[in-house]
């Protein structure tokens, strides 16, 4: 089986920056991984993702420009660096891992087969 764990978290005002670990046990190597997000009564959606093998990262438009995912593969860990954070940006985070290695990084949540239990980001005006 495979556990991850996230961490980073927390209250912050617009403007400031997080940064989001996810720490992937059970697996090394030839997988995909993501981070989703999701605010009570709304689907959770897509952020960021990457591919292990090839480092291809994707990105929801709403975080283009303003989050940057990165991996270190000796640690199994992704991590996402969050600027500019707005009240949008108010949700769970959610890390993501998929199985089999892909080519391009997927949107869908069912795409993937193992969840973290969240990390809450609270932005305030």
């Known amino acids: 089986q495979v556990l991850l764990v996230e961490s980073g978290g927390g209250l912050v005002q617009t403007g400031d920056s997080l940064r989001l670990s996810c720490a992937a046990s059970g697996r090394a190597g030839g997988y995909t991984m993501a981070w989703f997000r999701q605010t009570p009564g709304k689907e959770r959606d897509f952020v960021a993702g990457?591919?292990?093998?090839?480092?291809?990262?994707r990105y929801a438009d709403a975080v283009r420009g303003r989050f940057t995912i990165s991996r270190d593969i000796a640690k199994n860990m992704v991590d996402l660096q969050m600027n500019s954070l707005n009240a949008e940006d108010t949700a769970d985070y959610y890390c993501a891992l998929r199985w089999s290695a892909t080519v391009a990084v997927p949107i869908q949540p069912n795409e993937y087969d193992f969840w973290g239990q969240g990390t809450q980001v609270t932005v305030s005006a």
């Open positions: 990457i591919t292990w093998d090839g480092g291809r990262a």
